[in-house]
């Protein structure tokens, strides 16, 4: 069965607050009254995906439900990427090349940075992955904007007795880490996700994932698994204070499946 909206919020209210290390970023909206963009740099998990795709949904995809007029999406999330390859294919300059005092930039990488077969991509936990994302960091502060570290969001791995298992090996705590250096907000999604999976059990998490007889896929998302990822994010981006309570909402309400939607590709 999918777990119900008080469920889901109970989850994420129930998951210490002590988990982020890292000082709060003063809250984006006492700088000013415009428009503020919050862009995302990060890989499948959060990308937006198309009509070819569907049902997969990246969690970037619901993050505008939950965030008010003061504060848009530009998702620059991309299937594949590590912190490395994104930078190196100029997608971070990209980023820096359009973001502006008091926007906001959330960086979440780690699912591809992992793989050591692949010099295009990997990056060892406490030494080149931290410098990619100190890159990241001091990117947008020498701009003016606010940045973001966010721990990658669990797969859906369970032990034999059905306890939910981390897959990230060291990359969180690496960030952690990184973020309690470097004075930077940090939304723990990966200790948040992973407990939400715990509560829902081997089956339960099934209505999360982009999971089917055929497509046993435990890593990315379907329409609820979005949402519920994306709820994590914006209560995190509260509780950081990167995000005034004026720039946020429907934290405690549902959120219809119906509201995603799919481009068509290309």
Do not use: C
Not at 123 to 135: D, I, V
Not at 190 to 213: D, H, M, V
Not at 217 to 235: E, L, Q, S
């Amino acid at each position: 069965m999918t777990p119900t909206r008080r469920q889901v919020v109970a989850a994420v209210a129930g998951v210490p607050l002590t988990i982020a290390a890292a000082p709060a970023a003063p809250a984006v909206a006492a700088q000013g009254r415009r428009t503020r963009t919050l862009f995302i740099a990060g890989d499948s998990t959060a990308a937006q995906k198309y009509a070819d795709a569907a049902p997969e949904t990246g969690w970037g995809m619901a993050l505008p439900f939950f965030l008010g007029r003061s504060a848009r999406v530009a998702n620059h999330a991309v299937n594949g990427r590590s912190s490395k390859s994104f930078a190196d294919e100029g997608r971070l300059d990209a980023v820096l090349e359009r973001i502006r005092p008091g926007d906001v930039l959330l960086v979440q990488f780690g699912h591809n940075d992992a793989k050591s077969a692949d010099p295009a991509r990997y990056t060892e936990p406490w030494s080149t992955y931290r410098e990619q994302l100190r890159g990241y960091v001091e990117g947008a502060r020498a701009r003016g904007a606010v940045a973001v570290l966010a721990t990658s969001v669990e797969r859906r791995r369970f032990d034999t007795h059905g306890g939910a298992v981390p897959t990230h090996g060291d990359y969180p705590a690496a960030m952690r880490a990184l973020a309690t250096d470097t004075g930077t907000a940090l939304l723990d999604i990966q200790a948040l996700s992973i407990a939400r999976w715990q509560e829902l059990g081997p089956e339960g998490t099934k209505a999360y994932f982009n999971w089917t007889p055929t497509e046993q896929d435990n890593t990315h998302f379907n329409p609820p698994g979005a949402i519920a990822v994306a709820r994590m994010v914006a209560g995190e981006l509260l509780r950081a204070g990167v995000l005034a309570p004026r720039d946020v909402r429907r934290l405690d309400d549902e959120v219809p499946e119906s509201w995603i939607a799919w481009p068509p590709a290309g």
